[in-house]
């Protein structure tokens, strides 16, 4: 059987808010260790039946790449609900989310110019 390996390594300031974070995997199509500003990891808990969650973000993330980063994982649970459960109505509602999410943040960008 092969298995795969993720790493991620995480460097905290004087006030443990993160300042670095890297990330490597075994399959990553180039080697070596990437800088991220931001993670979001959900694990399924089947004998407690609910998520467990990991969101991590530098201090330097701007604030408008967040948002963006919000909405891209959003888009990927989309795919992901109609990969893995071929839930169509679940999917689309997942993507109309996006769809008004990503209109709210040209309005808010085109507010603060």
């Not at 890297?22 to 039946?49: M, S, V």
């Not at 109505?89 to 989310?97: G, I, Q, S």
């Amino acid at each position: 059987m092969k298995k795969s390996e993720i790493k991620l390594l995480v460097e905290l300031d004087a006030d443990n808010i993160p300042s670095k974070i890297t990330w490597d995997a075994d399959d990553k199509e180039t080697p070596g260790a990437l800088e991220t500003n931001a993670i979001n990891l959900n694990i399924w808990d089947q004998e407690n039946r609910n998520t467990l969650r990991i969101d991590l973000w530098t201090k330097d993330m701007p604030l408008d790449e967040m948002k963006r980063f919000f909405i891209d994982t959003i888009g990927g649970l989309a795919q992901s609900i109609l990969n893995s459960t071929g839930d169509e109505y679940m999917a689309a509602e997942t993507n109309d989310l996006c769809d008004r999410l990503v209109q709210y943040l040209k309005e808010e960008n085109q507010k603060g110019t």
